[in-house]
């Protein structure tokens, strides 16, 4: 097998972090997997490199400034008040607000846009890092375990280099996140491989092929409990097959979601280690530039043995590895066979019984066929320098000033900063409707509904609730009155004497939003008169 230039991404502080007691995602897993990984000998054969942390600015390419923000302060102590008692940016009890969760996924989120960055300059094949793969995050909130999307800043970062970007996931649970954000281009294709029915997201049917330019660029195939390693690859290698011929992606996106393994505490498939590791040896072949990324997985041990193997698949000794395990530091939890595998066991495969697995594999490739031919896109120099160096915004170190290292344009921009947060404070105004909200990009989007990764039930939330607001209250309406009386416009706080007998005694009243009988102006009407 050829030899691939592989470069390989970990940070020794992941495996530090906890999301609490009892929390099924293990963010120690990425520390036995590297263990693991050390053990066979593979890092001498690697490029291994720690990754430069993602910066809140690197974060907010796509992820919107008020959720960073909160993400950067957020505290077990402070939550409560800071989504609003569990009506914003953390809903339900899947996503808690644990002790170094921004560093946490700063080190996930840079490690990912360092493999992207390490494809695209030309200087490795195969890039790794098994701490990324977080595909369920949203723009603006996190969602089943996943608080900043790794894979979307990673494929924005490929989007600069490559006119196309093809992403693959085979996690058991649908890449909602990731297919969301990419939903209307055909500068990138998602094609997610997961379980559909009564389970977390409940999104991915087939009938979801994209929308405008991204019309039939985003392939979803549906599968059933219980689903083999030989049934896997029937539909995985026809449908990969395909989509190289026809959409010639310059790089792909692999995500080993390692809960479709047989036996994994949330997943309900039955693939062993050999066929979940099939993946990364069939995308290999086609010798395209590959980030191997993680994701899922609850069962640690059996995780760790998986993207171990996939790591010599990447490196192309996977035949040469020993099946029994070397000593390691976590040697005893890989009892009581001690051996690089991950057997099947005796669940029923529902997509072979009702012959589904058919008609999902037939209807992609038809929505497949219906694609003209690969996208193309105007491409320029990617700039060597940030916009803000080239235009002498960069500050060096011997200009910051004595008191904090700031200069005058930070403390304008913390001071417009403060006044834009202020307005998310509890308590404070709005600019959203019932039926509608604003980012801070000035983009809309409404409310859906939202699924428990540990229960796969409905999670209702309505944003409203916890933050003092009044239902059915009206925003942007003019301040502006006419005034029949003096034949002209006035404010809505102007008061008005129409004489002084008292004739209108309301006008005085409705300087603080009170009305007498006869009167015209409510509280509602004040109200609206003062959100100029």
């Excluded at 092929?209 to 390693?229: A, E, F, S």
């Excluded at 026809?238 to 047989?262: F, H, T, W």
């Excluded at 690089?340 to 697995?357: A, Q, T």
């Excluded at 058919?358 to 992609?364: G, I, L, M, W």
């Amino acid at each position: 097998m050829s030899k691939r230039r592989v470069a390989y991404y970990y940070d020794g502080d992941t495996g530090s972090y906890t999301y609490g007691l009892g929390h099924p995602m293990k963010p120690h897993r990425m520390r036995v997997t590297h263990d693991l990984v050390s053990a066979y000998g593979m890092l001498d054969k690697m490029h291994v490199l720690r990754p430069k942390r993602a910066t809140p600015e690197v974060m907010s390419a796509f992820h919107t400034d008020e959720y960073i923000h909160f993400l950067n302060r957020v505290t077990p102590e402070t939550a409560e008040e800071l989504t609003y008692h569990g009506t914003r940016f953390l809903m339900g009890e899947d996503n808690p607000a644990f002790e170094g969760v921004f560093e946490f996924c700063s080190i996930s989120a840079g490690g990912s846009i360092s493999a992207a960055q390490r494809i695209s300059s030309g200087a490795a094949d195969i890039a790794i890092n098994w701490a990324g793969g977080l595909h369920h995050a949203k723009k603006r909130e996190a969602s089943g375990f996943c608080y900043i999307n790794d894979i979307v800043l990673g494929i924005l970062e490929l989007l600069r280099t490559y006119p196309r970007v093809l992403y693959i996931d085979i996690d058991c649970h649908h890449g909602d996140g990731v297919e969301e954000a990419f939903y209307t281009t055909d500068r990138v294709m998602t094609c997610s491989f997961h379980k559909f029915g009564e389970y977390f997201p409940g999104t991915g049917t087939q009938e979801d092929r994209g929308r405008g330019k991204g019309r039939n660029y985003t392939v979803n195939i549906p599968l059933k409990d219980g689903i083999t390693d030989e049934a896997f690859k029937r539909v995985f290698e026809p449908i990969i097959n395909k989509i190289m011929e026809v959409y010639r992606p310059g790089a792909v996106i692999l995500q080993c979601g390692a809960d479709s393994l047989a036996g994994d505490k949330l997943g309900c498939f039955n693939l062993t280690m050999n066929g979940h590791a099939h993946c990364v040896q069939y995308l290999r072949a086609f010798n395209v530039p590959l980030i191997l990324l993680g994701g899922g997985g609850y069962t640690v041990k059996n995780v760790a043995r998986t993207w171990t193997y996939e790591t010599a698949c990447a490196l192309g000794v996977q035949d040469d590895i020993d099946p029994n395990l070397p000593w390691n530091e976590y040697f005893e939890w890989f009892g009581p066979r001690y051996r690089l595998e991950v057997p099947e066991n005796n669940m029923d495969d529902l997509n072979v019984r009702d012959g589904s697995l058919d008609k999902v594999r037939a209807t992609a490739l038809q929505q497949l066929s219906q694609l003209p031919c690969a996208p193309s896109v105007g491409m320029h120099e990617v700039p060597r320098e940030s916009l803000g160096r080239h235009l002498g915004l960069d500050i060096a170190e011997g200009d910051a000033d004595e008191d904090g290292g700031t200069d005058d344009l930070d403390r304008r921009l913390a001071q417009h900063s403060r006044f834009v947060y202020k307005l998310q404070e509890p308590g404070g105004g709005s600019d959203e409707s019932d039926d509608e909200r604003y980012d801070s990009d000035g983009s809309s989007y409404r409310r859906r509904k939202r699924m428990s990764i540990l229960s796969n039930r409905v999670i209702n939330v309505d944003p409203d609730v916890g933050r003092g607001l009044p239902r059915g209250r009206r925003f942007f309406k003019s301040a502006v009155r006419w005034d029949e009386t003096y034949g002209r416009v006035r404010l809505g706080k102007e008061p008005i004497l129409r004489s002084l007998n008292g004739s209108r005694r309301g006008g005085m009243l409705e300087v603080t939003g009170r009305s007498t009988p006869g009167g015209d102006v409510t509280t509602e009407d004040w109200e609206d008169s003062t959100s100029v």
